[in-house]
């Protein structure tokens, strides 16, 4: 049966594949995008419906409300998939780049879900946030965009909790590198953020500069993934997340894609954020003791995923 869904941030990349991987099977489309150009190329391609639409624009949202439920078809999904990356020291954002960050990344999900939750609810729906790996890892120059991305798993929990109850699900899907513009779009501020870099940063972010001049070679197939040699996934593994996230009789909370390398690196993160957590009087478990609580929690989600009956 076909199902409406409404993807933000539909242009390119991540957006773009997913709205053709929904349209392909059949589903109608939303496609929610900035530019004019991109509104006419998007309207040509069966079973999608371009609309403009900027996550951070409370006139162009309501005006899209409107219109999708003018529509008839109602909204069975929305994808929070709008966002920006970018980089820079801390001290070289200025206070409007790092609001505008946070009102993409983090108020863009929030609006668009409040705005569109009555037709969610009437179709007891999904919503699917499109978080990042960097909603768990963190390193110096990424500090604001895993800010974000920290900051929407946290809405993603609540919220879920909150609509689970009226049969609304929430997932949030966490790619690690993925092909796309992301990086290219965001290299002009990126660069300016590093120009502005102050003592102590100045020598280093020069260094990064001049590094420009003499991009890395592409990735060697032969040699094993590292922080030097990363090995961005196709678009796809995001867009069979998404699906599932949306169509599933039991979707999931999160849906951590993309390499090997990446997904350890996620992994020994959250191991070293428990061993923290139990370094303290009150929480000491042994290690048989953490051992026995993991076992728990897998029983618990096996039983859970059982098929009913």
Known sequence: MQKAVLITGASTGI???????LAERDHLVYAAVRKEADLAALSSIKNIIPIKLDVTNLEQIETAVTFITRQGAGLYGLVNNAGLGGLGYFTTWSEAEFQQIFDVNVAGPWRMSNAFLDLLLAAQG??????????????KLYGPYTMTKHALE???????????????????????????NIGANGMPDMVARLRRARPPFADEAQQILASFDNPPAPPDPEAPESETNRKP??????????????FADKPKLRYMVGTQWEGDRVINMLIQRLLDANDSPVHNYSRAELVALLDQHLQAR???AAPSG
């Open 154 to 180: 946290a809405y993603t929990v609540a919220l879920n909790e909150e609509l689970r109850p009226f049969h609304v699900h929430v997932s949030i899907v966490q790619p690690g590198g993925i092909v796309s």
């Open 302 to 304: 096996n039983e859970a």
């Open 233 to 246: 996934s196709s678009p796809e593994i995001v867009a069979t997340a998404v699906y599932h996230a949306l």
């Open 126 to 139: 999904r919503i699917v946030n499109i978080g990042s790996q960097g909603g768990t890892v963190s390193k």
């Open 15 to 21: 957006g773009r594949h997913l709205a053709h991987h």
